[in-house]
Structures are given as C-alpha cells and as structure tokens.
C-alpha cells in the first residue's frame, strides 16, 4: 500500500452514473445510452470557506450534511436527463420544493409516526424515558423496513450496483492502486464512511439524545427532535469520521458493524461498465498530478513515486 496522503473524496450512486466529491470539484459520471459515459465537472463553493469556523468539530458535520443533501439532488436530476430521461431535469424551484417535500416526509415517517404512536405504550407505563427508548426503537425499526422495502425495487437495485461500484473505487484509491477495473473489483463494497454507516449511526445516537427530553404533549415531542436533528448530525458525523480513519481498530469495526451489515442491502455487487463510471468520476475530481498516479500502470507508478519522494514539488532536490 502507498504511504503518500490521500485526499478525501466521497460520493453518491445516481441514476446510471456515480457522483464524486473532490477536494475542489465535483463530478457526477453517467453512462449514456449510446454506451459512452459523460462527465460533468463543477466547483465546489462551500460555505465553509467563506466562515472558517464551520469547518469545526460537530459543526462541520451539519454543514456537509446539508450540502450533500442539495449536491446529490443536483447530481439525481442530472443523471436522470443524460441517462435518457429528458422531461427530469429541475430548475432551482423545483429543487427547492423537492427538499422541502422529502424533508417533511422525513420529519413524518420517523418522527411523527414513532412519537405519536407511543400513545399506545402509555396505557402500560408513565415513565419517560421507557416511552423515549420505546420510540427510538420504533424509529430504527421503519428505517430498517424502509431500507429493506427499497432495496427490492428493480430500478433502486441497479442504483445500488452503483453504489458498489462507488465504494469499491475510493477503496482502491485510498489504496494507493492504479484505477483499473481489475484492482476494483477486488475490493469490498462495504465502506465505514458510507452514508448508510451515517444514518445508522444518526438512528442509533437520537435514541440515546432524545431519552432525557422528558414526555409533553406531542407537538412538543415533534419540535424538541427536529430542533435537536442537527446536535445529532454533527455528533454521527464526527463518529463517522473517527470510524473511517481507524476502521482498521477491531472495537471500532464493531461499533460500525451494524452500518456495514446494512449495506449489504443498500450496495450490490456492480458490473465492469458501472465500474468504468465509477472510476471516471474520481479520477475528474483529483488534481492533475494525482489523477495520472492512479492511472499509471503499477511498474510506472512506483517510479513515478520514487522520483517523488526525492524531488520537491518545485524541481529542487530534497536536502535533510
């Protein structure tokens, strides 16, 4: 394995396609039905670099998540028009209304849904935090059915190829291995920063945050969860973060299993051409430099690595 630093890339599978974040850009790769693949490459404008102080711990995680989520509905409208579906492409506006929709589907299945039906429980016991542990495990109990019922859908199983396909990539990149379909293939599909790990995770940590709450009236219960979402988030994202740097740690491997154990159903093993688009979207969001390190062939490569370590960036000769 390379010893040289990584950047930090991570994505999302799309209709037909994989969506990668760089350290400057952000691809989104499709394959289109004439059988090429189109690759679209924009700039990252995060707000994080406008205020610095985002990028601290546990608020960090808030902010990435909200950027994920408006990105990845970009990237989902755009596969869907070059993978052939014309009429998908969204202006802002439909956008907007997208997020706002499936934001509040969202507050409705797992939190109106679990909290209300608590009602039922009431009749045996008073204590609150029984009836807040009750609810939590509730709440885990419809996402893992939600996965479970999504994940047999023909159309979202060929996502999910995807997905693998995805995972597999950054593994091989992270690696330090030349991009090829044949060092991909070789990897795992199963990966600890994955956004199912990340969900997983978030399920798991509110059912701990919400026990103390206390028991109001429902309204309350419903406010107090969506005003705490973001204390949650950006605690599973350092989690999460923690876990995909010493995933290599037998106790941190096994405080992620259950998320790994969940991608079995959100990843499939994908074919050679989903990864063909898998690796085309990282190698858009690499520097130049690195972008040709990961495509070299193996001998080349380590040549091209030995050169490195002995000569600065800048052409002068390292001296102790």
Same mark, same amino acid.
């Given at each position: 394995?390379?010893?040289?630093?990584?950047?930090?890339?991570?994505?999302?599978?799309?209709?037909?396609?994989?969506?990668?974040?760089?350290?400057?850009?952000?691809?989104?790769?499709?394959?289109?039905?004439?059988?090429?693949?189109?690759?679209?490459?924009?700039?990252?404008?995060?707000?994080?670099?406008?205020?610095?102080?985002?990028?601290?711990?546990?608020?960090?995680?808030?902010?990435?998540?909200?950027?994920?989520?408006?990105?990845?509905?970009?990237?989902?409208?755009?596969?869907?028009?070059?993978?052939?579906?014309?009429?998908?492409?969204?202006?802002?506006?439909?956008?907007? %209304?997208? &997020? @706002?929709? !499936?934001?509040?589907?969202? #507050?409705?299945? +797992?939190?109106?849904? =679990?909290?209300?039906?608590? /009602?039922?429980?009431?009749?045996?016991?008073?204590?609150?935090?029984?009836?807040?542990?009750?609810?939590?495990?509730?709440?885990?109990?419809?996402?893992?059915?939600?996965?479970?019922?999504?994940?047999?859908?023909?159309?979202?199983?060929?996502?999910?190829?995807?997905?693998?396909?995805?995972?597999?990539?950054?593994?091989?990149?992270?690696?330090?291995?030349?991009?090829?379909?044949?060092?991909?293939?070789?990897?795992?599909?199963?990966?600890?920063?994955?956004?199912?790990?990340? %969900?997983? &995770? @978030?399920? !798991?940590?509110?059912?701990? #945050?919400?026990? +103390?709450?206390?028991? =109001?009236?429902?309204?309350? /219960?419903?406010?107090?969860?969506?005003?705490?979402?973001?204390?949650?988030?950006?605690?599973?994202?350092?989690?999460?973060?923690?876990?995909?740097?010493?995933?290599?740690?037998?106790?941190?491997?096994?405080?992620?299993?259950?998320?790994?154990?969940?991608?079995?159903?959100?990843?499939?093993?994908?074919?050679?051409?989903?990864?063909?688009?898998?690796?085309?979207?990282?190698?858009?969001?690499?520097?130049?430099?690195?972008?040709?390190?990961?495509?070299?062939?193996?001998?080349?490569?380590?040549?091209?690595?030995?050169?490195?370590?002995? #000569?600065?960036?800048?052409?002068?000769?390292?001296?102790?």
């Amino acid at each position: 394995m390379c010893n040289m630093a990584k950047f930090n890339i991570g994505g999302q599978a799309v209709i037909e396609g994989v969506m990668m974040r760089g350290p400057k850009e952000v691809a989104v790769a499709v394959r289109k039905a004439d059988g090429t693949i189109d690759v679209d490459v924009q700039p990252v404008h995060s707000v994080q670099d406008r205020y610095p102080i985002l990028k601290k711990p546990f608020l960090r995680g808030v902010v990435v998540l909200v950027e994920s989520l408006i990105m990845g509905m970009k990237a989902l409208s755009r596969s869907a028009q070059i993978s052939g579906d014309e009429d998908e492409q969204m202006d802002d506006q439909d956008m907007a %209304l997208t &997020i @706002v929709v !499936s934001v509040l589907l969202a #507050v409705g299945l +797992f939190i109106a849904i =679990p909290t209300w039906s608590m /009602r039922f429980l009431q009749h045996w016991t008073a204590n609150s935090i029984t009836l807040n542990l009750a609810e939590g495990l509730l709440r885990m109990a419809i996402f893992l059915a939600y996965i479970g019922a999504i994940s047999s859908m023909k159309d979202i199983q060929r996502v999910f190829q995807y997905h693998g396909a995805e995972h597999k990539t950054i593994f091989t990149y992270e690696a330090g291995l030349p991009l090829t379909v044949e060092n991909v293939r070789r990897f795992p599909r199963l990966h600890p920063r994955c956004g199912t790990n990340f %969900l997983m &995770i @978030v399920m !798991s940590i509110s059912i701990f #945050v919400f026990a +103390f709450l206390g028991w =109001p009236n429902v309204w309350e /219960r419903i406010l107090s969860r969506v005003l705490l979402m973001p204390v949650v988030a950006g605690i599973s994202y350092e989690i999460i973060r923690f876990a995909g740097r010493h995933d290599d740690r037998p106790w941190v491997h096994k405080l992620i299993l259950p998320g790994l154990l969940l991608q079995k159903l959100t990843t499939r093993e994908p074919d050679d051409e989903m990864i063909e688009v898998a690796i085309a979207s990282v190698q858009a969001v690499l520097p130049v430099d690195e972008s040709r390190k990961v495509s070299l062939p193996v001998e080349t490569k380590a040549l091209a690595l030995a050169v490195e370590e002995t #000569v600065r960036p800048g052409g002068e000769a390292a001296r102790d």
